[in-house]
């Protein structure tokens, strides 16, 4: 398996909205593995396709305590949303940040699985707001945009310097840190 580079806001690239998936074939299951290998390794509950520059409508999610029960939801669509209410939220592309927002607390989805097969399930509580936020994702919508413009701009500058100063911290000639 393959360890994913996850792109970071502000980069325009997540802003690119997904393709529906054509067909569950052998490369589209390497890529599960290797976006199930990079969200966990990021220590993430979720993560788009879109989120590893592959604009396909996929996503990956394990909410379990255990990290053992790996969801898989291609070309996913919440079919009903109920209870709205608040839930603070991350994200791996936004590293750091965690904020409230409004999202559906139970919704029912359809999408196909790894197996190529079409299934409906409900999901509650973390498993529907994570569902909702990467289809996101997919639909080139990131959390902070739910944020006031001053938030979301505060955010911005400090993930561009935090990038700005890792590209000076990698440059050649540098001396290593310890």
Same mark, same amino acid.
């Given at each position: ?43 993430? &509950? ?11 409508? %996929?996503? @990956?999610?394990?909410? #379990? +305590?255990? /990290? ?60 529907? &707001? ?11 919508? %990131?959390? @902070?945009?739910?944020? #006031? +413009?001053? /938030? ?27």
């Amino acid at each position: 398996m393959t360890r994913l580079t996850i792109l970071e806001y502000p980069d325009p690239r997540l802003r690119t909205k997904a393709t529906p998936v054509a067909e569950v074939d052998a490369r589209l299951r390497t890529l599960i593995d290797d976006m199930l290998e990079s969200m966990y390794v990021a220590k993430g &509950v979720g993560l788009a396709a879109t989120q590893v520059n592959v604009h396909k409508r %996929l996503l @990956v999610a394990d909410v #379990s +305590e255990e /990290k053992n029960t790996p969801l898989v939801f291609v070309n996913p669509e919440v079919l009903s949303r109920e209870e709205i209410g608040t839930m603070q939220e991350g994200c791996l592309s936004v590293p750091g940040f965690y904020e409230d927002v409004n999202r559906a607390h139970r919704i029912r989805v359809k999408a196909t699985g790894r197996d190529g097969k079409t299934f409906e399930m409900d999901a509650e509580g973390l498993l529907a &707001v994570c569902v909702q936020h990467e289809i996101d994702h997919l639909d080139g919508k %990131l959390f @902070v945009d739910y944020l #006031s +413009e001053l /938030k979301r701009n505060r955010i911005r500058r400090k993930l561009e310097k935090d990038q700005r100063q890792r590209v000076t911290d990698s440059a050649p000639g540098r001396a290593p840190a310890f």
